[in-house]
C-alpha cells in the first residue's frame, strides 16, 4: 500500500518556464490537497479538491493550476514559474468521515526556481 | 490571516522533560483537532487528535489539551527523547472541509 505518492521529488525550473506535479493516491480518499511548505509559514494550502471533477481555491491559489480528472490524481500546475514559488510542495488526501479524517502526506517536491 | 497561531516557533528542552507547544484558533466551527509530526525531508504524519467534545486526550508520552470556551489547545511531550526532534504542527477543521495548520514549531531535544 503505497499510500500518497508526488512525482517528482525535486525539480529545478527556470523562471518562465512550466511544469506539472503529479500526486497519486490508493486510499480511494475522497479529499484531496495542495499545500507549500515555506520557512516559518507553516504548510499554506493552495488549492484542494473534495472529488473527482472538482476543484476549490485555497489560501495561496496565484500562479497555480489543478485539475482532478480521475479520483486518485491531483495535478498542479505552474504555467510560467517565478523564484516566489521556490517551496517544498506536499500533497494530502483524506476520507470523508467524521470518525475517521487524518491526512494522509506524501513525500514532497522540492522545487527551485531560478 | 492566520486561522490557527501556533507558538512557540521554536523549543529547546533537555532529554527527560516536558515539551509543550500551543495553538489558537478563531473558528468555533472547528471540530477536529490533530497533530501533525514532520521529520527532515518528510511529509507531516498525524501524532494525535481530539474533538471538541473531551478536554483531553492521551496515547503514550503525547497529550493534548483542548480548552473549548478559550479556543486554545496545546500539545505536551513527556518525558521528552532525542528522537522526537522534529518539527510539529497543529491544525483545525470543519469535518467535510479543509485544514488549516499552524506555523510550526521546531521541537530539539538535547540528550
Known amino acids: 500500500n503505497a499510500g500518497v505518492t508526488q512525482t517528482p521529488k525535486f525539480r529545478v525550473l527556470k523562471t518562465g518556464q512550466s511544469m506539472t506535479l503529479l500526486c497519486a493516491q490508493d486510499?480511494?480518499?475522497?479529499?484531496m490537497y495542495w499545500y507549500r511548505q515555506d520557512p516559518g509559514m507553516g504548510l499554506r494550502l493552495i488549492h484542494y479538491?473534495?472529488?473527482?471533477?472538482?476543484?476549490a481555491k485555497g489560501e495561496v491559489p496565484d500562479g497555480y493550476n489543478v485539475s482532478r480528472l480521475k479520483k486518485q490524481n491531483f495535478l498542479l500546475g505552474l504555467e510560467s514559474a517565478a523564484p516566489s514559488q521556490t517551496s517544498v510542495y506536499f500533497c494530502?488526501?483524506?476520507?470523508?468521515?467524521?470518525?475517521?479524517?487524518?491526512?494522509?502526506f506524501g513525500q514532497g517536491t522540492r522545487l527551485t526556481v531560478v | 490571516q492566520q486561522q490557527v497561531k501556533q507558538s512557540p516557533q521554536s523549543l529547546i528542552v533537555q532529554k527527560g522533560g516536558i515539551s509543550i507547544i500551543n495553538c489558537a484558533y478563531e473558528?468555533?466551527?472547528?471540530?477536529?483537532f490533530p497533530w501533525y509530526q514532520q521529520f527532515p525531508g518528510k511529509g507531516p504524519a498525524l501524532l494525535i487528535a481530539?474533538?471538541?467534545?473531551?478536554s483531553e486526550k492521551k496515547e503514550g508520552r503525547f497529550t493534548i489539551s483542548f480548552n473549548k470556551s478559550a479556543k486554545q489547545f496545546s500539545l505536551h511531550i513527556m518525558d521528552s527523547q532525542p528522537g522526537d526532534s522534529a518539527t510539529y504542527f497543529c491544525?483545525?477543521?470543519?469535518?467535510?472541509?479543509?485544514?488549516?495548520f499552524g506555523t510550526g514549531t521546531s521541537l530539539t531535544v538535547i540528550p
Open positions: 494530502a488526501s483524506s476520507y470523508l468521515g467524521y470518525m475517521n479524517t487524518e491526512a494522509f
Open positions: 486510499m480511494n480518499h475522497e479529499y
Open positions: 479538491s473534495v472529488g473527482e471533477g472538482t476543484t
Open positions: 473558528n468555533t466551527a472547528f471540530d477536529y
Open positions: 481530539i474533538r471538541p467534545d473531551v
Open positions: 491544525a483545525a477543521s470543519r469535518t467535510g472541509n479543509q485544514f488549516y
